[in-house]
């Protein structure tokens, strides 16, 4: 009994293989717009909200906050990991930064 149930299942699914592989699989791929990295602006205002952290330590002209995705917490200037964290990203303001859903560093 348990022989005819795995033939049964392998019969069913070479079926279902057979039947996937010979339709039409191409789907073209989602066109995503063009990601342009912002800087800041030359009298030091952001353009946008936060960039992207290039593994310098030194931050952003207008851009203090740094914010490690992974644990989802920000640091603010003179706070007491600041100096420890690798960010991910740098933002310009606390809000910002409590709008993309990171909240502060408890120290």
Do not use: C
């Amino acid at each position: 009994m348990l022989i005819v149930a795995v033939a049964a299942t392998s019969a069913a699914v070479l079926a279902w293989w057979r039947q996937r592989s010979g339709s039409d699989m191409s789907i073209d791929p989602p066109e995503w717009p063009e990601f342009a990295a912002s800087t800041p602006a030359d009298d030091g205002t952001p353009m946008s909200t936060w960039v992207i952290a290039t593994g310098d330590a030194t931050a952003p002209e207008g851009y203090p906050i740094k914010v490690k995705v992974s644990s989802g917490i920000f640091h603010l200037p003179g706070g007491r990991f600041y100096d420890r964290t690798n960010p991910d990203r740098w933002y310009a303001t606390t809000e910002a930064a409590i709008a993309d859903g990171y909240r502060q560093s408890k120290t």
